[in-house]
T-cell receptor, first 112, second 113 residues
């Protein structure tokens, strides 16, 4: 099976712009979670989608949003980018039930 | 106080040494994960534990639910083991609005030849 893929791998944006990141889960996985990793805060949970519905959300402002499509692919969007949004954004997928997560390679976003 | 604490934060070892990384947590969990992250790389899941002990090659993970503590051991360490090791706990009921992973800050391991 192919692993979790994320596009793009690297992205440079300017403060105030918006960005959309994409995640394709492992085939058959219906749950996709998104995480932000920064040197200062470490890894933090953004949100989880399951069957096109947001199941839970971390403590991030409303500028961070996401969605999931019927094929389980997911996108996350960050509007009005701030310098502090520079981070590695990781998505992970898992199968139904208490299964381990499989992480994608991440998208490194730099906001200038 | 963080809900997930790891120790040590940094660890340097000589090749062949036995290594232990510790993780303590203060919340109720349904599972605990040990993750590995190489510099600039993505994250690989090493273990998922809800009780007892698991072994994969030179890696061993244990968890004590009563003491809210887990350890990751690496036997016969090798320079290729150099990475950040992250402990993460799953909280909340499966499928519920609070179900999520909470991460420790990671342990940076350097194994010297």
């Amino acid at each position: 099976k192919a692993g979790v893929t994320q596009t793009p791998r690297y992205l440079i944006k300017t403060r105030g712009q918006q960005v959309t990141l994409s995640c394709s889960p492992i085939s058959g996985h219906r749950s996709v979670s998104w995480y932000q990793q920064t040197p200062g805060q470490g890894l933090q949970f953004l949100f989880e989608y399951f069957s096109e519905t947001q199941r839970n959300k971390g403590n991030f402002p409303g500028r961070f949003s996401g969605r999931q499509f019927s094929n389980s692919r997911s996108e996350m969007n960050v509007s009005t980018l701030e310098l502090g949004d520079s981070a590695l954004y990781l998505c992970a997928s898992r199968g139904t039930g208490l299964h381990e997560q499989y992480f994608g390679p991440g998208t490194r976003l730099t906001v200038t | 106080k963080n809900e997930v604490e790891q120790s040590p934060q940094n660890l340097t070892a000589q090749e062949g040494e036995f290594i232990t990384i510790n993780c303590s947590y203060s919340v109720g969990i349904s599972a605990l994960h040990w993750l590995q992250q190489h510099p600039g790389g993505g994250i690989v899941s090493l273990f998922m534990l809800s009780s007892g002990k698991k072994k994969h090659g030179r890696l061993i993970a244990t968890i004590n639910i009563q003491e809210k503590h887990s350890s990751l051991h690496i036997t016969a360490s090798h320079p290729r083991d150099s990475a950040v090791y992250i402990c993460a706990v799953r909280v909340g009921n499966y499928g519920g609005a609070t179900n999520k992973l909470i991460f420790g800050t990671g342990t940076l391991l350097a194994v010297q030849p």
